[in-house]
């Protein structure tokens, strides 16, 4: 009888011995799979709702001039790179690369002599079997660098800031956000149960007013990028103190568009202000923009924050670790960031994004910030096909990238190019992104605009 089961069954049995005795196990022949099928009556994908949906969600940002395309470039990143497409190279005025180190030969051959030693990736969490030497001494240099008690490295910034605010807030507490930090601030408070406030973009009068309705919350936490990633803006670190002072509450700082380069040690928004570090329980930031520009994320401040971070943040429990690589490259970074080097890079970046600033502004563009902001430069333009347009015509006809920003990564009727100057940037390379600015300036009567 159990062979005519056998038999009637389209998969065959084959055995194996354990311990003198046989033991059966299904093989299941490939064409077994191509016998299953789905049953029932589908919708048709191009007739459904959500096809139409979406068809007009792309077509209205088609329209309005929102639509983002992605142009690819086929070098390593730098102040001058090769897209598909140019025959020759162009000035990269749009990366994140404040310092110019995401190519820095010593980065480089860091990462080189990490994946020979420590292999290419943990394919793990860091709980189970993803933590290695070298991301506990990547966390030691930050921890230094900093002057903070203890720090935790995330897969990026973004999980950083989604990890942080659930572990730390309850429903109890509130958390006071200012209104133009950025989308990965915005995510991370919305994952946490604590009341949810936010006040004008630096306006302090907005902020000691939602800590006066927040002041019966057991825990009041003012959250604040150090530098705004669109508008270039520094965030009055002295005058936050001073209301976390009035109303016993904490502050966080996100120095993602900071780290590395604002600060006489480029430590970020406190030291810009002359702040003790121990005014903020925490710091996160990234290792992707001018830290080398590859991923990676971390959180940095109090002992006891980052013990209930390894502990509670989701982002860190469940997401692989850094690759090895990227790790060992990161020390790497600190280590030029201390040195005389780090130093000069620092200088440098400030004197381009001075001549810059200085150089826009005297040829009418709105230039937000003024000479002293930092090496984020928007340039206003208010429509967003026309940042769109100006952004390919930079390319085209004068070899430069740089990129329009429109709704929904900026306010409808704020459009803009941002420009970002990096230390990699000559005095020549500057010169020729003004000159360029006013040709098309005069082309499209930016000058007789309305300031926005």
Known sequence: MFFNKLACNPCCYSSIFFRGAPVLFKVVPKSFYS???TSGVSQSWTNS????????TLGGARQSGTYKHERVITSPQGSKVHVAGSSSSVLNFCANNYLGLANHPKVVESAKRALDTYGFGMASVRFICGTQDVHKELEKKITEFHGTEDTIVFPSCFDANAGFFEAILGSEDAVISDELNHASIIDGIRLCKAQRMRYKHLDMEDLARQLEQ???????LIATDGVFSMDGDIAPMQEICKLADKYDAFIFVDECHSTGFLGRRGTGTAEHWNVSSDRIICVNSTLGKALGGATGGFSTGKKLIIDVLRQKARPYLFSNTLAPSVASASITVFDILSS??????RETLWKNTVQFRTLMGQAGFDVRGGVSGPPIVPIMLGDAALASRMADEMLKEFG??????SYPVVPK??????????AAHSTDDIDKLVNAFISLGERHNIFKRNKL
């Open 340 to 345: 005389a080097e780090g130093q000069q890079l």
């Open 413 to 422: 009727g704020r459009a803009r190019i941002r420009v970002q100057i990096s």
């Open 49 to 56: 709702a959500l096809y139409q949906e979406l068809q007009e």
């Open 35 to 37: 016998m299953q099928a």
């Open 400 to 405: 430069i990238y740089v990129i329009g920003f």
């Open 214 to 220: 927040a002041k019966n919350a057991r825990i009041r």
